[in-house]
C-alpha cells in the first residue's frame, strides 16, 4: 500500500483507507466482504485512471517528486548484474549523490551512471538529497572516459532537483565540472542512454540528460529550473509555482512536443511509485530496444545523430 498520498489524490487515500479498514474487520472476524473490498477496489482503479489521465503541470512535478518511485538504487538492483561502483572523480573525493559503474543489461557488459534523492531520511541526508557537487560530475566525466575507452554502452538515470548551489560546490567549479561533463557526452563515440527517471532540474540534470537517445518516464519533468525557483524570480514568492509549471512546459509530453526527449516511457495507472518493479521492467525493455538500434550505428553516425539532434533543438 503506499504510505504517502498526494494533495490531489485525497478521494483515493479515502478508498485505500476504507478498503484496508474493511480487511482487518475481515480477518478479525468471520464476516465474508470480499464482495464489498472488489467494488472499492474497483472504484480506486477508476478513479487513479480518470485522474492520471488529466495530470496538469503542476501535478506532474509533485509526481515526479513522490518519494516512493524507482530510485536510481532501486534500478540497479533489478536491471542490472553483477554491479560493481566506481567510486572518487580523482580529483578532490567522492560524491554520494552521483555514483556509477560498470554492470551488465541483459547479457551486455555496460557502464551506468545515475543520480539518486535517497528513500529515507538519513539515506537522503548522505545522497545529499540528489544535489551533486562538482566531483560528482569530475566522476562521470570520469566513468564516461572508461565506457568510451573499453567500447562500452554508457546508460545514464538523471532525478534531481538541480546542482548544490553551496558555497564550497561554488568555489571548487561546479559550472566548470557540469560543463566539461556535457563536452564530454557530446565526445563519446559509444552508444548513450539517458532516462529522466522523477525530476530533471538545471544545469545538474543535463549534465547527465545529453546522449544519442534521451528518454522520460510519463509523469517525470525536465525544466531549466523548479517552478518555486522560477515563482521566486518572477512574482517575487514561491507561491505561484503552479502557474510557473504552466508556463515552463516542462512535462514529458512537453518534452516530446519540442523534439527534446526521444520517447516517453509509459508508467502504471497510478505512476511508478505504485508498482516500481513493473515501471523499471518496462524502463528495461525500451532501454534493450534502444540499444540494439545505436549499436548498430557505426561511430561516426553516433556522433552525427547527437550533432543532428542538438543543433535541431530550438
Same mark, same amino acid.
Not at 478508498?15 to 475481515?26: A, D, F, P, Q, T
Not at 518511485?69 to 567522492?94: A, C, M, W
Not at 552521483?98 to 539518486?116: C, E, Q
Given at each position: 500500500m503506499i504510505k504517502h498520498f498526494l494533495a490531489f489524490e485525497k478521494q483515493i487515500a479515502d478508498l485505500e483507507g476504507k478498503i484496508e479498514e474493511l480487511r482487518h474487520l475481515s480477518s478479525s472476524s468471520d464476516i465474508n466482504i470480499a464482495e464489498e473490498i472488489g467494488k472499492l477496489q474497483l472504484t480506486v482503479s477508476e478513479k487513479l485512471?480518470?485522474?492520471?489521465?488529466?495530470?496538469?503541470?503542476w501535478q506532474k512535478v509533485l509526481v515526479s517528486r513522490h518519494p516512493e518511485r524507482p530510485h536510481f538504487q532501486d534500478i540497479i538492483k533489478n536491471l542490472f548484474e553483477n554491479y560493481t561502483p566506481l567510486s572518487g572523480d580523482r580529483n578532490f573525493s567522492?560524491?554520494?549523490a552521483l555514483t556509477g559503474g560498470t554492470a551488465f543489461f541483459r547479457?551486455?557488459?555496460i557502464v551506468t551512471i545515475g543520480i539518486d534523492k535517497g528513500k529515507n531520511t538519513?539515506?537522503?541526508?548522505?545522497?545529499?538529497?540528489?544535489?551533486?557537487? &562538482? *566531483? /560528482?560530475?569530475?566522476?562521470?566525466?570520469?566513468?564516461?572516459?572508461?565506457?568510451?575507452?573499453?567500447?562500452?554502452?554508457?546508460?545514464?538515470f538523471?532525478?534531481?532537483?538541480?546542482?548544490?548551489?553551496?558555497?564550497?560546490?561554488?568555489?571548487r567549479g561546479q559550472a566548470e565540472a557540469i560543463a566539461k561533463c556535457i563536452e564530454k557526452s557530446l565526445a563519446i563515440t559509444v552508444p548513450s542512454i539517458s532516462v529522466i527517471t522523477g525530476e530533471g532540474g538545471s544545469g545538474g540534470a543535463v549534465a547527465l540528460a545529453v546522449a544519442n537517445n534521451t528518454l522520460m518516464y510519463e509523469h517525470?519533468?525536465?525544466?531549466?529550473?523548479? &517552478? *518555486? /525557483?522560477c515563482s521566486s524570480i518572477l512574482w517575487r514568492s514561491p507561491e505561484n509555482a503552479e502557474q510557473a509549471a504552466e508556463a515552463l512546459k516542462l512535462t514529458a509530453q512537453d518534452m516530446e512536443k519540442f523534439k527534446i526527449i526521444d520517447e516517453i516511457?509509459?508508467?502504471?495507472?497510478?505512476?511508478?511509485?505504485r508498482d516500481p518493479i513493473s515501471s523499471i521492467n518496462n524502463l528495461g525493455d525500451v532501454l534493450e530496444k534502444r540499444l540494439q538500434e545505436l549499436s548498430s550505428l557505426s561511430e561516426e553516425e553516433l556522433i552525427k545523430l547527437k550533432e543532428s539532434k542538438y543543433l535541431e533543438i530550438g
Amino acid at each position: 500500500m503506499i504510505k504517502h498520498f498526494l494533495a490531489f489524490e485525497k478521494q483515493i487515500a479515502d478508498l485505500e483507507g476504507k478498503i484496508e479498514e474493511l480487511r482487518h474487520l475481515s480477518s478479525s472476524s468471520d464476516i465474508n466482504i470480499a464482495e464489498e473490498i472488489g467494488k472499492l477496489q474497483l472504484t480506486v482503479s477508476e478513479k487513479l485512471k480518470s485522474t492520471y489521465s488529466q495530470l496538469n503541470p503542476w501535478q506532474k512535478v509533485l509526481v515526479s517528486r513522490h518519494p516512493e518511485r524507482p530510485h536510481f538504487q532501486d534500478i540497479i538492483k533489478n536491471l542490472f548484474e553483477n554491479y560493481t561502483p566506481l567510486s572518487g572523480d580523482r580529483n578532490f573525493s567522492d560524491d554520494n549523490a552521483l555514483t556509477g559503474g560498470t554492470a551488465f543489461f541483459r547479457g551486455k557488459s555496460i557502464v551506468t551512471i545515475g543520480i539518486d534523492k535517497g528513500k529515507n531520511t538519513q539515506d537522503r541526508i548522505n545522497k545529499n538529497f540528489g544535489m551533486a557537487r &562538482p *566531483e /560528482g560530475y569530475r566522476k562521470a566525466e570520469r566513468l564516461m572516459e572508461l565506457a568510451n575507452k573499453f567500447s562500452m554502452p554508457l546508460i545514464m538515470f538523471v532525478d534531481t532537483a538541480g546542482a548544490y548551489p553551496g558555497k564550497g560546490a561554488e568555489e571548487r567549479g561546479q559550472a566548470e565540472a557540469i560543463a566539461k561533463c556535457i563536452e564530454k557526452s557530446l565526445a563519446i563515440t559509444v552508444p548513450s542512454i539517458s532516462v529522466i527517471t522523477g525530476e530533471g532540474g538545471s544545469g545538474g540534470a543535463v549534465a547527465l540528460a545529453v546522449a544519442n537517445n534521451t528518454l522520460m518516464y510519463e509523469h517525470a519533468i525536465y525544466s531549466v529550473i523548479s &517552478p *518555486e /525557483g522560477c515563482s521566486s524570480i518572477l512574482w517575487r514568492s514561491p507561491e505561484n509555482a503552479e502557474q510557473a509549471a504552466e508556463a515552463l512546459k516542462l512535462t514529458a509530453q512537453d518534452m516530446e512536443k519540442f523534439k527534446i526527449i526521444d520517447e516517453i516511457i509509459p508508467e502504471p495507472i497510478g505512476g511508478a511509485h505504485r508498482d516500481p518493479i513493473s515501471s523499471i521492467n518496462n524502463l528495461g525493455d525500451v532501454l534493450e530496444k534502444r540499444l540494439q538500434e545505436l549499436s548498430s550505428l557505426s561511430e561516426e553516425e553516433l556522433i552525427k545523430l547527437k550533432e543532428s539532434k542538438y543543433l535541431e533543438i530550438g
